[in-house]
């Protein structure tokens, strides 16, 4: 099982940066996708979450300025993310999860520094 995470970088804020999160190893199109998000000295937090059947919530802190979106033929999950807030900083982290049987897999993180 993989998840490789790719996207992250240096951006301004206000900036955008969309990343991507390449699965493998298990059958994509039936787990649940989501992002969480690490930043320094900070616990790991959900930022989105969209489920198998399409449907996305949203961390209150992201809410009109993150976009979670899913390709199962690309077995690949993307998170757009705009006007970007130096609060935003932080390694982001791809995560698949089923319930039945209870799997959890994570990806290796993606830096995400804002900074002007």
């Known amino acids: 099982v993989q998840l490789v995470e790719s996207g992250g970088g240096m951006v301004q804020p206000g900036g955008s940066l969309r990343l991507s999160c390449v699965a493998s190893?298990?059958?994509?199109?039936?787990?649940?996708m989501g992002w969480y998000r690490q930043a320094p000295e900070k616990q790991r937090e959900l930022v989105a979450v969209?489920?198998?059947?399409?449907?996305?919530n949203y961390a209150d802190f992201v809410k009109g300025r993150f976009t979670i979106s899913r390709d199962n033929a690309k077995n690949t999950v993307y998170l757009q993310m705009n006007s970007l807030k130096p609060e935003d900083t932080a390694v982001y982290y791809c995560?698949?999860?089923?319930?039945?049987?209870?799997?959890?897999?994570w990806g290796q993180g993606t830096q995400v520094p804002i900074s002007s």
């Open positions: 190893g298990f059958i994509f199109s039936a787990y649940d």
């Open positions: 995560n698949a999860e089923i319930l039945v049987p209870l799997r959890h897999y």
């Open positions: 969209i489920t198998r059947g399409g449907r996305t």
